[in-house]
Protein backbone atom coordinates (compact mmCIF):
# COMPACT_ATOMS: atom_id res chain seq x y z
CA UNK A 1 0.00 0.00 0.00
CA UNK A 2 0.90 3.92 -0.65
CA UNK A 3 3.10 4.64 2.56
CA UNK A 4 3.05 8.61 1.36
CA UNK A 5 0.64 9.82 4.14
CA UNK A 6 -0.59 13.57 3.07
CA UNK A 7 -4.19 14.41 3.33
CA UNK A 8 -4.02 16.88 0.13
CA UNK A 9 -6.51 17.55 -2.45
CA UNK A 10 -4.24 18.18 -5.98
CA UNK A 11 -7.67 19.00 -8.00
CA UNK A 12 -6.08 23.29 -7.73
CA UNK A 13 -2.97 21.78 -9.35
CA UNK A 14 -5.00 20.40 -12.24
CA UNK A 15 -6.51 22.46 -15.02
CA UNK A 16 -10.09 21.81 -15.36
CA UNK A 17 -10.67 19.16 -12.14
CA UNK A 18 -13.80 20.12 -10.30
CA UNK A 19 -13.91 21.43 -7.39
CA UNK A 20 -16.90 19.19 -6.07
CA UNK A 21 -18.22 16.23 -6.22
CA UNK A 22 -21.80 17.13 -6.26
CA UNK A 23 -21.28 19.48 -9.14
CA UNK A 24 -22.34 18.39 -13.05
CA UNK A 25 -19.46 17.95 -14.76
CA UNK A 26 -18.41 20.36 -17.83
CA UNK A 27 -17.09 17.94 -19.83
CA UNK A 28 -19.33 16.13 -22.74
CA UNK A 29 -19.07 12.61 -21.66
CA UNK A 30 -19.52 13.46 -17.77
CA UNK A 31 -17.27 12.68 -14.99
CA UNK A 32 -15.62 9.86 -12.63
CA UNK A 33 -14.99 10.40 -8.95
CA UNK A 34 -11.61 8.97 -8.11
CA UNK A 35 -10.56 8.40 -4.36
CA UNK A 36 -7.02 7.52 -4.34
CA UNK A 37 -4.22 7.56 -1.46
CA UNK A 38 -1.84 11.09 -1.28
CA UNK A 39 0.79 11.02 -3.98
CA UNK A 40 0.06 7.80 -5.70
CA UNK A 41 -1.17 8.98 -9.37
CA UNK A 42 1.13 11.23 -11.21
CA UNK A 43 -1.19 14.24 -12.13
CA UNK A 44 -0.49 14.26 -15.83
CA UNK A 45 -2.48 11.10 -16.37
CA UNK A 46 -5.68 12.77 -14.94
CA UNK A 47 -4.90 15.59 -17.66
CA UNK A 48 -4.40 12.72 -20.45
CA UNK A 49 -7.40 11.00 -19.72
CA UNK A 50 -9.08 14.48 -19.47
CA UNK A 51 -8.31 15.12 -23.16
CA UNK A 52 -8.64 11.61 -24.49
CA UNK A 53 -12.07 11.05 -23.30
CA UNK A 54 -13.36 14.18 -22.66
CA UNK A 55 -14.43 12.85 -19.44
CA UNK A 56 -13.94 14.81 -16.17
CA UNK A 57 -12.01 13.73 -13.34
CA UNK A 58 -12.58 14.71 -9.63
CA UNK A 59 -10.04 13.45 -7.64
CA UNK A 60 -10.05 13.17 -3.93
CA UNK A 61 -7.13 12.00 -1.92
CA UNK A 62 -7.20 9.83 1.85
CA UNK A 63 -3.96 9.14 3.93
CA UNK A 64 -5.10 5.89 5.47
CA UNK A 65 -7.58 2.71 4.69
CA UNK A 66 -9.24 3.15 8.32
CA UNK A 67 -10.04 7.04 7.09
CA UNK A 68 -11.08 5.96 3.22
CA UNK A 69 -13.44 3.14 4.80
CA UNK A 70 -15.87 4.81 6.63
CA UNK A 71 -16.31 7.80 4.15
CA UNK A 72 -16.78 4.77 1.91
CA UNK A 73 -19.43 2.89 3.31
CA UNK A 74 -21.61 6.20 4.51
CA UNK A 75 -21.88 6.97 0.86
CA UNK A 76 -22.01 10.96 1.64
CA UNK A 77 -20.04 11.35 -1.16
CA UNK A 78 -20.86 8.78 -4.39
CA UNK A 79 -17.09 7.71 -5.66
CA UNK A 80 -16.87 5.97 -8.91
CA UNK A 81 -13.60 4.71 -8.47
CA UNK A 82 -11.71 3.94 -5.22
CA UNK A 83 -7.50 2.24 -4.29
CA UNK A 84 -8.08 0.32 -0.73
CA UNK A 85 -5.25 -2.33 0.05
CA UNK A 86 -6.02 -5.85 -0.02
CA UNK A 87 -7.27 -6.43 3.25
CA UNK A 88 -9.66 -3.36 2.99
CA UNK A 89 -10.92 -4.75 0.00
CA UNK A 90 -12.05 -8.24 1.75
CA UNK A 91 -13.73 -6.32 4.47
CA UNK A 92 -15.66 -4.16 1.75
CA UNK A 93 -16.86 -6.77 0.19
CA UNK A 94 -17.80 -8.72 3.48
CA UNK A 95 -19.74 -5.85 3.88
CA UNK A 96 -21.26 -5.65 0.62
CA UNK A 97 -20.08 -2.29 -0.49
CA UNK A 98 -18.60 -3.39 -3.97
CA UNK A 99 -20.15 -3.50 -7.56
CA UNK A 100 -18.92 -6.54 -9.77
CA UNK A 101 -16.91 -5.09 -12.62
CA UNK A 102 -17.75 -5.48 -16.39
CA UNK A 103 -14.14 -6.57 -17.89
CA UNK A 104 -15.79 -6.15 -20.88
CA UNK A 105 -15.65 -2.64 -20.58
CA UNK A 106 -11.80 -3.27 -19.81
CA UNK A 107 -9.65 -4.92 -22.14
CA UNK A 108 -6.57 -3.70 -21.36
CA UNK A 109 -6.97 -5.38 -18.08
CA UNK A 110 -5.65 -8.30 -19.73
CA UNK A 111 -1.98 -6.47 -19.40
CA UNK A 112 -2.01 -7.32 -15.33
CA UNK A 113 0.44 -10.23 -14.78
CA UNK A 114 -1.52 -13.41 -13.67
CA UNK A 115 0.79 -13.73 -10.71
CA UNK A 116 -1.25 -10.38 -9.16
CA UNK A 117 -4.88 -11.97 -10.28
CA UNK A 118 -3.75 -15.25 -8.60
CA UNK A 119 -2.73 -13.37 -5.63
CA UNK A 120 -5.43 -11.24 -5.41
CA UNK A 121 -8.05 -13.99 -5.02
CA UNK A 122 -7.06 -14.20 -1.09
CA UNK A 123 -9.37 -11.00 -0.99
CA UNK A 124 -11.21 -11.38 -4.16
CA UNK A 125 -11.72 -14.83 -4.54
CA UNK A 126 -13.27 -14.65 -8.00
CA UNK A 127 -11.38 -11.82 -9.36
CA UNK A 128 -15.02 -9.66 -9.95
CA UNK A 129 -14.46 -6.72 -8.09
CA UNK A 130 -10.88 -5.56 -8.21
CA UNK A 131 -8.21 -4.57 -10.39
CA UNK A 132 -4.69 -4.55 -9.61
CA UNK A 133 -2.72 -0.76 -9.59
CA UNK A 134 0.15 -0.95 -7.51
CA UNK A 135 2.36 -3.86 -5.38
CA UNK A 136 5.63 -4.01 -3.28
CA UNK A 137 7.18 -5.82 -0.86
CA UNK A 138 8.45 -5.36 3.11
CA UNK A 139 11.95 -6.46 3.78
CA UNK A 140 14.78 -4.64 4.99
CA UNK A 141 16.90 -1.88 4.00
CA UNK A 142 20.55 -2.17 5.13
CA UNK A 143 23.97 -0.06 4.35
CA UNK A 144 26.93 -2.12 3.41
CA UNK A 145 29.21 0.17 4.81
CA UNK A 146 27.92 -0.73 8.57
CA UNK A 147 26.81 -4.33 8.40
CA UNK A 148 29.37 -6.86 7.09
CA UNK A 149 27.44 -10.54 7.09
CA UNK A 150 24.68 -11.18 4.98
CA UNK A 151 21.17 -9.81 5.33
CA UNK A 152 18.87 -13.21 4.50
CA UNK A 153 16.65 -12.93 7.59
CA UNK A 154 14.50 -11.21 10.00
CA UNK A 155 17.23 -12.98 12.65
CA UNK A 156 19.38 -9.94 12.01
CA UNK A 157 17.05 -7.44 13.42
CA UNK A 158 17.43 -8.82 16.78
CA UNK A 159 21.43 -9.22 16.54
CA UNK A 160 23.05 -7.00 19.59
CA UNK A 161 25.39 -5.48 17.71
CA UNK A 162 23.34 -3.82 15.81
CA UNK A 163 21.86 -1.94 18.86
CA UNK A 164 20.33 1.26 18.59
CA UNK A 165 21.39 0.87 14.65
CA UNK A 166 17.35 -0.90 13.87
CA UNK A 167 14.85 1.00 12.97
CA UNK A 168 11.16 -0.20 13.22
CA UNK A 169 8.04 0.49 11.12
CA UNK A 170 5.43 1.79 13.66
CA UNK A 171 3.06 -0.30 12.58
CA UNK A 172 0.81 -2.99 14.64
CA UNK A 173 0.75 -5.10 10.98
CA UNK A 174 4.02 -4.10 10.15
CA UNK A 175 5.71 -4.73 13.16
CA UNK A 176 4.02 -8.01 14.26
CA UNK A 177 4.53 -9.37 10.66
CA UNK A 178 8.27 -9.29 11.01
CA UNK A 179 7.51 -11.02 14.69
CA UNK A 180 5.68 -13.13 13.26
CA UNK A 181 7.40 -13.85 10.13
CA UNK A 182 10.49 -14.81 11.85
CA UNK A 183 8.57 -17.41 14.16
CA UNK A 184 7.36 -19.70 11.13
CA UNK A 185 3.97 -18.22 11.73
CA UNK A 186 1.37 -17.10 9.64
CA UNK A 187 1.51 -12.99 9.16
CA UNK A 188 -2.48 -13.14 9.89
CA UNK A 189 -2.37 -15.01 12.84
CA UNK A 190 -5.34 -15.04 15.32
CA UNK A 191 -3.93 -17.60 17.35
CA UNK A 192 -3.60 -16.01 20.81
CA UNK A 193 -0.60 -18.24 22.22
CA UNK A 194 1.43 -17.33 18.82
CA UNK A 195 0.50 -13.77 19.15
CA UNK A 196 1.65 -13.95 22.56
CA UNK A 197 5.13 -15.06 21.53
CA UNK A 198 5.34 -12.76 18.55
CA UNK A 199 4.82 -9.81 21.36
CA UNK A 200 7.32 -11.12 23.79
CA UNK A 201 9.46 -11.26 20.92
CA UNK A 202 9.46 -7.63 20.19
CA UNK A 203 9.69 -6.97 23.28
CA UNK A 204 12.68 -8.77 23.73
CA UNK A 205 13.78 -6.95 20.80
CA UNK A 206 12.66 -3.48 21.80
CA UNK A 207 15.90 -2.37 23.60
CA UNK A 208 18.14 -2.95 20.31
CA UNK A 209 15.90 -0.38 18.45
CA UNK A 210 16.59 2.97 17.63
CA UNK A 211 13.19 3.87 16.70
CA UNK A 212 9.65 2.89 15.89
CA UNK A 213 9.12 5.09 12.70
CA UNK A 214 7.20 5.42 9.01
CA UNK A 215 8.37 7.81 6.82
CA UNK A 216 11.60 8.68 8.95
CA UNK A 217 13.26 5.36 7.86
CA UNK A 218 14.05 6.48 4.28
CA UNK A 219 15.25 9.67 5.83
CA UNK A 220 17.40 7.97 8.30
CA UNK A 221 18.64 5.16 5.94
CA UNK A 222 19.70 7.72 3.46
CA UNK A 223 21.56 9.82 5.82
CA UNK A 224 23.52 7.01 7.10
CA UNK A 225 21.92 7.03 10.66
CA UNK A 226 20.89 3.58 10.95
CA UNK A 227 22.09 0.05 9.32
CA UNK A 228 19.12 -1.44 9.43
CA UNK A 229 15.56 -0.57 8.76
CA UNK A 230 12.03 -2.20 8.07
CA UNK A 231 10.97 -0.61 4.87
CA UNK A 232 8.30 -0.60 2.02
CA UNK A 233 9.99 -1.76 -1.68
CA UNK A 234 9.20 1.28 -2.71
CA UNK A 235 10.58 3.76 -0.55
CA UNK A 236 13.63 1.17 -0.66
CA UNK A 237 14.20 2.27 -4.50
CA UNK A 238 14.24 5.99 -3.68
CA UNK A 239 16.59 5.56 -0.23
CA UNK A 240 18.93 3.07 -2.59
CA UNK A 241 19.02 6.07 -5.63
CA UNK A 242 20.33 8.57 -3.29
CA UNK A 243 22.80 5.98 -1.34
CA UNK A 244 24.08 3.47 -3.09
CA UNK A 245 25.58 2.19 -0.10
CA UNK A 246 21.99 1.00 0.63
CA UNK A 247 20.63 -2.47 -0.45
CA UNK A 248 17.27 -4.42 0.21
CA UNK A 249 16.26 -7.63 0.61
CA UNK A 250 12.96 -9.47 1.23
CA UNK A 251 13.92 -11.87 4.14
CA UNK A 252 14.07 -15.87 3.51
CA UNK A 253 11.52 -16.31 6.40
CA UNK A 254 8.74 -14.65 3.53
CA UNK A 255 7.18 -11.20 4.40
CA UNK A 256 4.04 -9.03 2.99
CA UNK A 257 3.75 -8.16 -0.52
CA UNK A 258 0.42 -5.80 -0.78
CA UNK A 259 -1.31 -4.82 -3.87
CA UNK A 260 -3.56 -2.14 -3.95
CA UNK A 261 -6.04 -2.18 -6.13
CA UNK A 262 -8.76 0.04 -8.01
CA UNK A 263 -12.98 -1.14 -7.17
CA UNK A 264 -15.80 0.46 -7.61
CA UNK A 265 -18.58 1.30 -4.81
CA UNK A 266 -22.07 -0.01 -5.42
CA UNK A 267 -23.40 3.69 -5.20
CA UNK A 268 -21.51 4.53 -7.89
CA UNK A 269 -22.95 6.96 -10.23
CA UNK A 270 -20.66 6.92 -13.04
CA UNK A 271 -19.79 3.27 -13.30
CA UNK A 272 -18.94 3.41 -17.07
CA UNK A 273 -16.80 6.05 -16.80
CA UNK A 274 -15.05 4.82 -14.21
CA UNK A 275 -14.25 1.36 -16.12
CA UNK A 276 -12.70 3.71 -18.63
CA UNK A 277 -10.44 4.96 -16.59
CA UNK A 278 -9.40 1.71 -15.27
CA UNK A 279 -9.12 0.34 -18.28
CA UNK A 280 -6.65 3.81 -19.21
CA UNK A 281 -4.22 3.10 -16.09
CA UNK A 282 -3.74 -0.45 -17.26
CA UNK A 283 -2.38 0.76 -20.62
CA UNK A 284 1.53 0.36 -20.38
CA UNK A 285 2.27 3.44 -21.19
CA UNK A 286 -0.08 4.96 -18.61
CA UNK A 287 1.13 2.77 -16.11
CA UNK A 288 4.78 3.42 -16.62
CA UNK A 289 3.95 7.12 -16.22
CA UNK A 290 2.28 6.52 -12.73
CA UNK A 291 5.54 3.69 -11.82
CA UNK A 292 8.04 6.24 -12.61
CA UNK A 293 6.12 9.09 -10.18
CA UNK A 294 5.56 6.74 -7.47
CA UNK A 295 8.60 3.84 -7.64
CA UNK A 296 6.26 1.70 -6.32
CA UNK A 297 5.73 -1.91 -8.66
CA UNK A 298 3.05 -1.80 -11.36
CA UNK A 299 1.50 -5.47 -12.33
CA UNK A 300 1.26 -3.87 -15.85
CA UNK A 301 3.17 -6.16 -18.30
CA UNK A 302 4.83 -4.28 -20.76
CA UNK A 303 6.12 -1.48 -18.39
CA UNK A 304 9.84 -1.28 -18.77
CA UNK A 305 9.79 -0.46 -22.12
CA UNK A 306 7.79 2.71 -21.98
CA UNK A 307 10.20 4.01 -18.85
CA UNK A 308 12.57 6.79 -19.47
CA UNK A 309 14.50 6.88 -16.20
CA UNK A 310 17.86 6.03 -17.03
CA UNK A 311 18.26 4.93 -13.04
CA UNK A 312 15.36 2.91 -12.71
CA UNK A 313 15.70 1.00 -16.18
CA UNK A 314 19.06 -0.42 -14.71
CA UNK A 315 18.01 -0.49 -11.36
CA UNK A 316 17.53 -4.68 -10.53
CA UNK A 317 15.15 -3.35 -7.46
CA UNK A 318 13.10 -1.53 -10.06
CA UNK A 319 12.00 -4.50 -11.49
CA UNK A 320 12.09 -7.38 -9.97
CA UNK A 321 10.72 -10.72 -10.80
CA UNK A 322 7.26 -11.82 -8.54
CA UNK A 323 8.30 -15.24 -8.67
CA UNK A 324 10.56 -14.86 -5.74
CA UNK A 325 8.05 -13.94 -3.52
CA UNK A 326 5.84 -16.60 -3.95
CA UNK A 327 6.39 -16.95 0.11
CA UNK A 328 5.24 -13.73 0.41
CA UNK A 329 1.32 -12.81 1.71
CA UNK A 330 -0.85 -10.64 1.47
CA UNK A 331 -2.70 -9.13 4.84
CA UNK A 332 -6.02 -10.31 5.17
CA UNK A 333 -8.86 -8.57 6.79
CA UNK A 334 -9.26 -10.39 10.45
CA UNK A 335 -12.17 -8.90 12.10
CA UNK A 336 -12.94 -6.83 14.37
CA UNK A 337 -12.07 -8.88 17.54
CA UNK A 338 -9.15 -10.04 16.20
CA UNK A 339 -8.02 -5.85 15.54
CA UNK A 340 -8.91 -5.24 18.63
CA UNK A 341 -6.48 -7.90 20.14
CA UNK A 342 -3.67 -6.85 18.07
CA UNK A 343 -4.21 -3.62 18.64
CA UNK A 344 -3.73 -4.19 22.79
CA UNK A 345 -1.05 -6.42 22.49
CA UNK A 346 0.84 -3.80 20.24
CA UNK A 347 0.03 -1.03 23.28
CA UNK A 348 1.55 -3.64 25.32
CA UNK A 349 4.70 -3.47 23.08
CA UNK A 350 4.77 0.03 22.69
CA UNK A 351 4.77 0.23 26.52
CA UNK A 352 7.54 -2.56 27.89
CA UNK A 353 10.05 -0.77 29.21
CA UNK A 354 9.08 2.90 29.61
CA UNK A 355 8.83 4.40 33.17
CA UNK A 356 5.49 4.87 35.07
Known amino acids: MKKVLTAILIMALIPGILAGCGSKSEGSNGKVVVYNWGEYMDPDVLTLFEEETGIKVVYDEFETNEIMYPKVDAGAVAYDLVCPSDYMIQK ?14 MPNTKNIGSMFMEKSKEFDPENKYSVPYMWGTVGILYN ?4 SEPVDSWDILWDEKYKD ?10 AFMVALSRLGYSINSTDEAELQEAKQTLIDQKPLVQAYVIDQVRDKMIGGEAALGVIYSGEALVCQ ?17 WIDSWVIPKNAENKENAEKFLDFLCRPDIAAKNFEYITYYSPVEGVKEYVEDEYLLNSPLAFPDPEQYTNCTTFHYLGEEADEYYNEIWREVQAAGTSE
Open 165 to 174: NILMQNSVRD
Open 92 to 105: MLENDLLAELNFDN
Open 144 to 147: KTMV
Open 241 to 257: QQNPDLDYVVPKEGSNI
